[in-house]
């Protein structure tokens, strides 16, 4: 069994749109996909609509939070979409995104960067805009050769020349509004320090102390000794360590399946979670463990 809870449609910064990203994840054999879109739900319906036989969809988000100035990204599976508190946390912070990519095309443009915001609108297409299309729009220009290049200190990670702060939920915060809405929370690549600072590896057990039930240990951004530190420290912490491919889509060069779930882990995420339920494809499976 073949699972992986970690990819992006275009609702968000994918380039597949969600009825493309189960076709696709039932192509390259998987039997569990989540899609887990930055701070929306925008994509459920279609993606749901679109499910082929034999592939069970997980719902859940990509939460955006913050902590001591360091982005987190706080994976959640399973929640109640409905759930009025944690709906107008994801309200408030998928309002800003448009607010702050306009700043971040102000300052690469006071770099001498020839980009507008024309030019990123029509890479978010319908999506919710965010730094990968301005990174997207960055390659487009010549000025870096790959979207994660685009995450530097030179222009649009945490910190770096071009970068713009949005609304982002306290990571306890989050966990607490995941739980209140029957859902599951992993942090997401917590030692992805290509992206930028990570919080220190302490602050995992004060969130697991909180209530967080996971780490992302298997993921392209973490290296050999990174992972087996990781799962380790899931272990002495008593979390579900969980491992997923980040797909983008064209996006990005990782592919689907390319890390995954165990399906004991799997089996537990499903029995935590009351606020939703996995989605069997029509004749599939319900692989809830």
Not at 155 to 166: E, I, P, S, T, V
Request: hydrophobic letters at 40%.
């Amino acid at each position: 069994m073949r699972i992986d809870l970690h990819a992006h449609s275009t609702a968000s910064d994918g380039t597949d749109t969600p009825a493309e990203l189960v076709r696709n994840a039932a192509a390259a054999g998987l039997d569990v996909v989540a899609l887990t879109d930055h701070d929306t739900v925008g994509g459920y319906a279609e993606a749901i609509a679109a499910l082929p036989p034999g592939l069970t969809l997980v719902t859940g988000a990509e939460l955006s939070c913050r902590l001591d100035g360091i982005g987190v990204h706080m994976l959640a599976y399973l929640f109640d979409p409905r759930e009025p508190e944690l709906h107008a946390e994801r309200e408030l912070v998928r309002d800003d995104r448009t607010p702050r990519a306009q700043t971040m095309i102000d300052k690469l443009r006071a770099l001498g960067v020839d980009i507008t915001w024309e030019q990123v609108a029509r890479i978010a297409g319908a999506g919710s805009v965010g730094r990968p299309h301005i990174a997207a729009a960055l390659v487009e220009l010549g000025v870096v050769p790959t979207v994660s290049d685009a995450f530097t200190p030179d222009w649009l990670a945490d910190g770096g020349r071009a970068h713009a702060q949005k609304h982002e939920l306290d990571p306890f915060d989050a966990i607490r509004l995941v739980k209140a809405a029957g859902g599951v929370t992993v942090f997401a690549h917590p030692a992805a320090v290509k992206r930028g600072r990570c919080v220190p590896e302490t602050v995992l057990a004060e969130l697991a102390a909180a209530g967080l039930d996971g780490i992302e240990v298997d993921h392209m951004d973490h290296d050999t000794a990174t992972r087996a530190r990781l799962r380790g420290l899931a272990d002495e912490l008593g979390l579900l360590a969980t491992g997923s491919s980040d797909y983008h889509g064209s996006r990005k060069t990782c592919r689907l399946g390319e890390y995954t779930t165990d399906p004991e882990i799997y089996g537990e995420i499903t029995r935590r979670a009351t606020g939703a339920f996995p989605v069997p494809g029509a004749g599939g499976s319900r692989h809830e463990g």
